[in-house]
C-alpha cells in the first residue's frame, strides 16, 4: 500500500504572510488534489494536477498557487494568509478519472 | 455548479441500531463516492457506486441515478461507527469531486 504525507500537520501564520503545505504520495498516482475543508464543511477543491507540472485550477483557486514539480509531490501555497482562511487543508491522489482518491491526513492552518 | 445535500446533519443512535443515510445531488453523477471521515480528521474511501446497488461489510448504498439520489446503510451500528460521512460526486470523470457537508454520527455504548 501507499501512502501521503502533508506537512507540516499544524501551520501558523501571520495575517498577510505567504505560506507553504507539502504532500507526497509514493502511490505512483498520476492525478494529484489540494481541497480545503472549513470547520463542520465539506471539501472544496482548491487545485488539482493530472500529471507533473499540470495545474487545473478548481472552484476556490483565489489567494492561492500551487506546484508540481514531480509526479510525488504536489505543493500549496497560501498568498496572503487571511483570517477567514483557517481551515484543513487536505492533499489528495488517484489514478485519475473515476478512480478512488486517497487522502493525507491534513493540516491545519491557523491565521494570528 | 453542482450542489450535495445530505441528511441528516447529524445523527445519534445505541450500538446496534441501523443507520441510513442520504445524498441528494443537483446534476447528473457519473461517478459517486461515500466517505468516513474519524474524528481526527483522517478521510478514507468508503463505496463507490454511481448507480445501483453496492455492499461492503455492513455498508449497503443504493444510488439512484435518475432521481439523483443515494443512500448509506450502516447495519448494527457499533461504536466506531461513529464520526462524519461525507458524500461526493463528479460529473466530469476528471476526479474533481464536489462533497455534501456530511453527518455527524454519534453510536452510544
Known amino acids: 500500500g501507499g501512502i501521503i504525507t502533508q506537512t507540516p500537520k499544524f501551520l501558523i501564520g501571520q495575517e498577510g504572510q505567504k505560506l507553504t503545505l507539502k504532500c507526497q504520495q509514493n502511490f505512483n498516482h498520476d492525478t494529484m488534489y489540494w481541497y480545503r475543508q472549513d470547520s463542520g464543511k465539506g471539501l472544496r477543491l482548491i487545485y488539482y494536477s493530472i500529471t507533473e507540472n499540470d495545474l487545473q485550477k478548481g472552484d476556490l483557486s483565489e489567494g492561492y498557487d500551487a506546484s508540481r514539480e514531480k509526479k510525488s509531490s504536489f505543493s500549496l501555497t497560501v498568498t496572503s494568509a487571511q483570517k477567514n482562511e483557517m481551515a484543513v487543508f487536505l492533499c489528495a491522489s488517484s489514478w485519475g478519472g473515476a478512480e478512488t482518491l486517497y487522502f493525507g491526513s491534513g493540516t491545519r492552518l491557523t491565521v494570528l | 455548479g453542482q450542489q450535495v445535500q445530505q441528511s441528516p446533519s447529524s445523527l445519534v443512535l445505541q450500538e446496534g441500531e441501523n443507520a441510513e443515510l442520504q445524498c441528494n445531488f443537483s446534476?447528473?453523477?457519473?461517478?459517486l463516492q461515500w466517505f468516513y471521515q474519524s474524528p481526527g480528521g483522517s478521510l478514507v474511501s468508503l463505496l463507490s457506486?454511481?448507480?445501483g446497488t453496492k455492499h461492503t461489510g455492513r455498508l449497503t448504498s443504493t444510488t439512484v441515478t435518475k432521481e439523483r439520489r443515494s443512500s448509506l446503510h450502516i447495519s448494527s451500528s457499533q461504536t466506531t461507527d461513529s464520526g462524519t460521512y461525507l458524500c461526493a460526486i463528479d460529473n466530469t470523470n476528471t476526479g474533481k469531486l464536489t462533497f455534501g457537508d456530511g453527518t455527524v454520527l454519534t453510536v452510544k455504548p
Open positions: 446534476s447528473t453523477a457519473t461517478q
Open positions: 457506486n454511481p448507480s
